[in-house]
């Protein structure tokens, strides 16, 4: 069984600032771990993906998430928060079936204020 | 570019409606899958097609059905709407050896009244 948390459901920073979204996760394999954004009224993108391959993960918009299997995180962090991050953000993880079945954390939505 | 659609972004229905919601892929992904998003409980698997004509039950399958008669085209259906399946619904699919790496349509966000 694999299960996700996300441990803060609201995150407000001011732009310019760092961003940190954290989701701890739990997996009986190795498991694949994503992050992915949803804007108002949009559909969800894929920001990065780990595949147990470099444990930091470069994704899009300057994104990046770090595998920490002692810990069983798989943080989200950005330098400089811009307007525009303003979302809801879902950690995901994936493992241990053919299908690629998906387990959802609860997401965290950002706000980012001027 | 893959592109996921969906028939409807906005659908307000009558409880006790027969309810169709349809997804076409362009990307000749073998895998499709229906969600349910809720504030506070992220995506819910419903039902998820490996083929065409295969469907398998996700984690909360009750008060649903789908149909898969094309491998492009997977469809969620309600054969009984009621209140408590107002919610957003997100069609997905993959491709078997990245199956992982599910691609989005835009939802489509149902109201049963």
């Known amino acids: 069984a694999q299960s996700v948390t996300q441990l803060d459901s609201h995150v407000s920073v001011s732009e310019g600032t760092p961003v940190l979204l954290r989701c701890n996760y739990s997996s009986s394999y190795s498991p694949s771990l994503f992050w992915y954004v949803q804007h108002p009224n949009k559909g969800l993108q894929l920001l990065l993906k780990?595949?147990?391959?470099?444990?930091l993960v470069k994704g899009i918009n300057g994104f990046e998430a770090e595998f920490k299997k002692s810990e069983t995180s798989f943080h989200l962090t950005k330098p400089s928060a811009h307007m525009s991050d303003a979302a809801e953000y879902f950690c995901v993880v994936s493992g241990g079936t053919s299908y690629g079945k998906l387990t959802f954390g609860q997401g965290t939505i950002l706000t980012v204020h001027p | 570019d893959v592109k996921v659609t969906q028939s409807s972004r906005y659908l307000v229905k009558r409880t006790g409606e027969k309810v169709f919601l349809e997804c076409v892929q362009d990307m000749d992904h073998e895998n499709m899958f229906w969600y349910r998003q809720d504030p506070g409980l992220g995506l819910r698997l419903i039902y998820f097609?490996?083929?065409?004509?295969?469907?398998e039950k996700g984690d909360i399958p009750e008060g649903y059905s789908v149909s898969r008669e094309k491998k492009e085209r997977f469809s969620l259906i309600l054969e009984s709407a009621s209140t408590n399946q107002t919610s957003m619904y997100l069609c997905?699919?993959?491709?078997?050896?990245?199956?992982?790496?599910?691609?989005f349509g835009p939802g489509t966000r149902l109201t049963v009244l």
């Open positions: 097609s490996y083929d065409v004509k295969m469907k």
């Open positions: 997905a699919s993959s491709h078997t050896f990245r199956a992982d790496t599910q691609y």
């Open positions: 780990y595949t147990s391959a470099a444990t």
